[in-house]
């Protein structure tokens, strides 16, 4: 605790380039290469909108974007389910309950939760794209009454990759949401479907004039699902995708981010498909 | 016992298929039930039917020497399942399994042809039919083959 009185001791705690020193509380095992951490989320720590980011700084090693994955009702911890891939995000995967790490945000536009109000709501995620897309089916479920028909398409790539196995079980026992996982090939003993994303969307009924899309996977899987969502009848401007693009400062200054005309840490990560649309096509961006 | 041209057209697939078109195919076509881990088919076996499934799921399987059965697609409510029909003396590369109690039409693939050749007008229904699922199959092969989950988010 020594490091962090004398943080805050000399720095403001409001200075969105100055990283809170916070504790894992719990480290959690979802897949081979992938866990969730619950770090203390402090007195300093701002509410969060479903969609948005924390910078979270393995000291010593670097800083990267991790998407905010936990319920936004619960304010004493931050929750973040991180794929080790490099460096960094291997050091964070390291961490054990009591381990020290430096979090700045939250950061970002979410997912359009008040815009969908009256809607069938089509959540449709790929691989970690479930992480971002939690905090949102968190508070569609706490305030249930608010939308239409709710769905989560879900495709990963074998079933011991099923990210939040026991919530999504847990979810599926309710009557008012429908929960379908796909994975691309089982080995063992799965009853479920097999086969990409985009064959659940083209088996799923809702009213696309009354509907919006919420959808968070690899930008390939992105790009097929929002051409599946419009063939099944949905507009541009109601379908969401949450992007993904290297960031450093996270508050809109340095470039690193920029999509196009977008940066995605401060117009993004959330953007409208109509926004981005021809963007998604383009190589090298 | 249900009518068999009548359960042709509750099928999603041949729902709107016109009515003179409906003895051609219900002609060709039979109910049948699979039990729960019976194969529908296996890989070498002659591809003589496709099947439009009414209720249950089949995983589409492969076996390759030394490793575990692999999955690589589900059929279920309301979907097509065999393409090779199209082809004469094709046989099935894969086998079909139910996975639950399965109800079928299964449609004789030789008779269906023949019917085609003697009438076009048939063919080219059935050809606007099964286009668009043999392109979304590809596409949906396509997004497996690439492993998307397993290097990006
Ligand atoms: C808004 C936003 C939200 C994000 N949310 C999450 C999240 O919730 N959980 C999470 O684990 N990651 C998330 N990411 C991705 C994460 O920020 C990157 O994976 C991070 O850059 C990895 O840093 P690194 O230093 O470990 O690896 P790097 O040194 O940056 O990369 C090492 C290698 O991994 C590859 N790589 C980089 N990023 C990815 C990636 N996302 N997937 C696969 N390979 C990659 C690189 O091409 C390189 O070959 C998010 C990114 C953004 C922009
Ligand atoms: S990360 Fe610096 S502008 Fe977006």
């Known amino acids: ?12 705690i409001t200075d969105p380039m100055l990283p809170r020193l916070t504790r894992v509380l719990v480290r959690r095992r979802e897949g081979p290469e992938t866990l969730t951490l619950e770090l203390e989320a402090g007195a ?21 974007a991790i998407s905010m994955s936990g319920d936004p009702a619960v304010a004493d911890r931050l929750v973040h389910t991180i794929r080790a891939v490099g460096e ?13 790490v430096g979090v700045r945000g ?24 479930l992480a971002p ?67 659940l969307i083209r088996r799923t009924d809702f009213d696309p004039l009354h509907g919006i899309a919420m959808v968070c996977g690899p930008e390939t899987m992105m790009r097929v699902t929002a051409l599946a969502l419009k063939e099944a009848g949905l507009k541009e401007d109601a379908i969401y995708l949450s992007m993904e693009r290297n960031m450093k400062c996270a508050i809109g200054f340095c470039g690193h981010c920029q999509f196009g005309p977008h940066f995605i840490c401060k117009d993004g990560p959330v953007l409208r498909y109509d926004r981005l649309g021809d963007l998604l096509r383009l190589k090298e961006i | ?105 299964a449609i004789n693939a030789n008779c269906l042809r023949q019917k085609c050749e003697r009438d076009h007008d048939l063919g080219y229904d059935l050809m606007k039919r099964f286009v668009p699922i043999l392109l979304r199959r590809l596409e949906s092969a396509q997004l497996q083959m690439l492993d998307v989950y397993g290097h990006s988010k």
Not at chain 1, 109 to 121: I, K, L, N, R, T
Not at chain 2, 69 to 77: A, K, S, V
């Open chain 1, 1 to 12: 605790m020594a490091i962090q009185n004398e943080l805050t001791a000399t720095l403001p």
């Open chain 1, 44 to 64: 300093a720590a701002p509410a969060f909108l479903p969609g948005q980011f924390n910078m979270l700084y393995a000291f010593g090693i670097g800083e990267v």
């Open chain 1, 88 to 100: 960094t995000s291997t050091a964070l995967t390291r961490l054990e309950a009591g381990d020290h």
């Open chain 1, 106 to 129: 939250p950061f970002g536009a979410g997912w359009p939760m008040e815009a969908a109000y009256g809607c069938d709501v089509i959540v449709v995620a790929g691989g970690l794209g």
């Open chain 1, 133 to 199: 897309l939690r905090p949102a089916l968190y508070r569609i479920l706490a305030e249930r009454e608010r939308y239409g028909k709710v769905v989560l398409l879900y495709g990963t790539r074998s079933p011991t990759d099923i990210l939040y196995r026991h919530e999504l079980e847990r979810w599926r026992r309710r009557l008012d949401v429908q929960i379908e996982v796909t994975v691309d090939y089982a080995n063992g003993p799965w009853h479920g479907h097999v086969g990409s994303v985009t064959t």
């Open chain 2, 1 to 105: 016992m249900a009518d068999t041209g009548q359960v042709l057209v509750e099928h999603k697939f041949f729902s709107d298929l016109e009515e003179a078109f409906r003895p051609l195919v219900g002609g060709c076509a039979k109910m049948i039930i699979f039990e729960a881990g019976q194969y529908l088919f296996h890989d070498g076996d002659p591809a003589e039917w496709f099947y439009l499934v009414r209720y249950g799921r089949v995983a589409l399987e492969v076996v390759a020497p030394g490793r575990a059965t692999l999955t690589f697609q589900t059929i279920g409510e309301s979907d097509v399942l065999g393409m090779f029909w199209l082809m004469p003396q094709s046989h099935w590369t894969h086998d079909a399994r139910a996975l639950e109690l399965t109800h079928a039409i």
